[in-house]
């Protein structure tokens, strides 16, 4: 497609289980951002990947929290052993290099409700 | 942390109106850049200032940037009830290789038909 795609768009899981939360971003962006919004607040960084470099951790809030991203496609967020506080809308973003334009294209996000 | 600031939390105006939002910041940047979300959506990017630039034009969307006082302000001329939405600034440092957009809280704007 053309834009950010985000799987899945609505997650409702129990206490305690472990989520995967994916983003297709957009064909030859090579870097790739997730955020996450809690109701009503501002983004909160969580991490940032670019190209082949080792990817930016430094927003992810606990060990719980993982991500992977294959070359320069698909990534995953992991959160394991959820907790009612990671309820939240996961955004991903995509993005040319810093040396391109520099803005970031988003995905619709998803949902996550922790019970 | 946050590094943008928005202000006001919210703005309630009249169609036809002008509506402005502020950003202040905190450390020097590359560029800052103001966001639309609509409810329950991603963001959409509307305009991207640079730390050389004083101010930019997009269609009825006009930025400011005052790096003296680490500020930026977002100007919608006559505003139009499809406008309402959350308006949220985003600063670049780039520092390392990295490149982070950091947001703010941002402004939730409402334009009464």
């Known amino acids: 497609g053309a834009g950010v795609s985000q799987s899945p768009s609505n997650k409702v899981t129990e206490k305690g289980k472990d989520v995967e939360l994916r983003c297709d971003p957009i064909?030859?962006?090579?870097?790739l951002y997730w955020y996450r919004q809690r109701l009503g607040q501002g983004l909160e960084f969580l991490i940032y990947?670019?190209?082949?470099?080792?990817?930016?951790k430094s927003g992810l809030p606990s060990d719980r929290f993982s991500a992977e991203r294959t070359g320069e496609s698909v990534s995953t967020l992991t959160i394991q052993r959820t907790q009612q506080e990671d309820s939240a809308v996961y955004l991903c973003a995509s993005s040319l290099s810093f040396m391109g334009a520099g803005e970031l294209f988003f995905g619709e996000g998803s949902r996550l409700t922790v019970l | 942390s946050q590094q943008g600031e928005e202000d006001p939390q919210a703005l309630s105006i009249q169609e036809g109106e002008n509506a402005t939002m502020n950003c202040s910041y905190k450390t020097s940047i590359n560029n800052l850049q103001w966001y639309r979300q609509n409810s329950g959506r991603g963001l959409v990017h509307l305009i991207l200032i640079r730390s050389n630039e004083r101010e930019k034009h997009s269609g009825r969307l006009r930025v400011t940037l005052d790096t003296s006082k680490k500020s930026s302000s977002l100007l919608i001329t006559a505003s139009r009830a499809a406008d309402t939405a959350s308006y949220f600034c985003a600063t670049v440092t780039i520092s390392g290789g990295s490149y982070i957009p950091t947001f703010g809280r941002g402004t939730s704007l409402i334009v009464h038909p």
């Open positions: 990947f670019q190209g082949n470099s080792a990817p930016d």
């Open positions: 064909s030859g962006h090579t870097a």
